[in-house]
RNA sequence: GGAGAGGUGGCUGAGUGGUUGAAAGCGGCUCCCUGCUAAGGAGUUACAGGAGGCAACUCCUGUCGAGGGUUCGAAUCCCUCCCUCUCCGCCA
């Protein structure tokens, strides 16, 4: 969420942001409501304040003896009663101004950063670095058709079980999942991450405060009966951890890393990524999130990227990493690197982790602050796959795929594992 | 799902209509004192919004789970909702 205090003071310079992304927006009335909202206050507050001086004159006289019915007293009451009528009349009027005020901004993407670079669309997107020989040629199989030789999933009975977008994961693919849920999980608290399990479904505030809703609703399961949701992201939990909170300084930064299943509607992406494990309604995740003092996050972020990339790395994973153009950014963030793996299956590079920096947009929406002294302000916050699991998976069915339809692990893994390759059951 | 209890400041916990944003204790911070010292004393210690100085501050308003109501005046009375806890049932 944007600063409606900016908002007031310097709509222009927010508007300049977003045009930047591509989005054309005028904030004059929006100026002229925030502005109009901060009348309406003051005006409010001088009323109140004289109307508690005559609930204390009242309280003060009957104190001293005088009696409660007596004219003197009627008159204050009086009073009091009109004050009230006015306030009452001004604060309906503030609370609709309000009202209207904030869905406006909660519909505002957050403005990118002056380091994003400027672009409508991926093309636009720039190449920072490559990691890895990326293999190249006739003959490699796409992640699918590998896995399903090896008896890895099922597509067709995960339709009968739930419908398209869901798989099974069978024998070695179950245990293959697993085990790299724990290999990310191991390597990100060796470096201080903090583990965390958070609960799979969310409540709206929690997906308003990561920036989800209320814009993305399509895009989340919904439980309606008991206004819950599936989380889409463990982001969305993360970020709720420390809403409402005000976090000494000398505790950030605080890392977490966090597995969970996400949930998503994928809706609007009909034929897209149809077989296999790259878009599914639910798939694995080990996710890393910050919360750090505002003037570091800039390091943080390289930081958690480099964090993310270790994965990779471990993996013998060929990438590149690719920094967002400001048309293709998240809406809460101001600056965004996907790691991209390659799959030569596919002949393709496909995104496995997305690393953003949000600022304090989720902070603003989530009401996250620091104390240093007397200094209260919003923390900053960022987030990184650490690996989005099924897209690793078929990473790794891709690079390690053999002539023979047997497919080598990457030598880390292999304790996790307990195998150094996938072979056909017998 | 049934029955009951409760939600107050960083924590414990008073407070049932009138200067109570809130006693007391603990914790935190600041200063002082000091051979009875793993001690003593004094002070200070919420957040948000707004106005002014536009910096260290001063003032106003709101906030005692949330929202509404009664009243000149509510943490305190009434209504609705949310949440937590205990017991029973069910259950991994």
């Given at each position: 969420m944007l600063d409606h205090r900016q908002v007031r003071e310097n709509p222009t310079l927010i508007e300049k942001g977003l045009i930047r992304r591509g989005i054309k927006v005028d904030l004059t009335s929006l100026k002229l409501d925030s502005q109009k909202l901060n009348q309406i206050e003051q005006q409010r507050n001088q009323l109140q304040a004289e109307g508690n001086e005559v609930g204390k004159e009242v309280g003060k006289k009957i104190k001293d003896g005088?009696?409660?019915?007596?004219e003197e007293i009627t008159l204050l009451r009086n009073k009091g009663n009109e004050i009230k009528k006015k306030v009452n009349l001004l604060e309906e009027e503030e609370k609709e101004l309000a009202k209207l005020i904030q869905e406006q901004i909660l519909h505002l993407p957050n403005i990118p950063d002056l380091s994003c670079p400027n672009g409508n669309?991926?093309?636009?997107n720039l190449q920072i670095r490559t990691w890895g020989n990326t293999l190249r040629g006739e003959g490699y199989k796409e992640h699918w058709e590998i896995a399903e030789n090896l008896g890895l999933i099922d597509t067709d009975r995960s339709v009968r079980i739930a419908k398209s977008r869901f798989v099974t994961l069978f024998n070695q693919g179950a245990r293959l999942e697993r085990s790299l849920i724990n290999f990310m999980l191991d390597i990100h608290t060796s470096k201080g991450y903090t583990e965390v399990l958070p609960p799979a479904l969310v409540n709206t505030a929690s997906l308003q405060g990561s920036g989800q809703l209320p814009k993305f609703s399509d895009e989340s399961f919904r439980c309606s009966e008991d206004d819950l949701w599936l989380t889409p992201t463990a982001e969305v939990p993360l970020t709720s951890l420390h809403r409402d909170e005000i976090i000494p300084h000398e505790k950030l930064p605080i890392k977490y890393v966090a597995y969970s299943p996400c949930f998503r509607r994928?809706?609007?992406?009909?034929?897209?990524?149809?077989?296999?494990?790259?878009?599914?309604?639910q798939f694995n995740k080990v996710e890393l999130y910050w919360f750090v003092h505002p003037d570091k996050s800039k390091d943080a972020h390289e930081e958690i990227t480099s964090d993310a990339e270790s994965i990779l790395k471990a993996l013998e994973l060929p990438y590149r990493v690719i920094q967002l153009c400001t048309g293709d950014l998240?809406?809460?963030?101001s600056c965004t690197y996907d790691l991209e793996v390659w799959l030569p299956g596919a002949n393709t590079f496909r995104e496995i982790s997305s690393s953003s920096i949000c600022d304090d947009f989720q902070a603003r929406r989530s009401s996250i602050r620091t104390k240093s002294g007397k200094k209260t302000q919003l923390v900053h916050t960022l987030n990184a796959s650490g690996l989005a699991i099924g897209r690793t998976m078929a990473a790794i069915l891709e690079n390690g795929q053999?002539?023979?339809g047997s497919v080598t692990l990457p030598e880390a893994l292999v304790p996790y594992f307990g195998d150094k390759q996938l072979k056909p059951a017998k």
């Open positions: 005088i009696n409660p019915n007596s669309d991926e093309s636009d994928e809706a609007g992406s009909y034929g897209r990524d149809t077989r296999g494990l790259i878009r599914l309604h998240g809406f809460s963030a053999q002539p023979d």
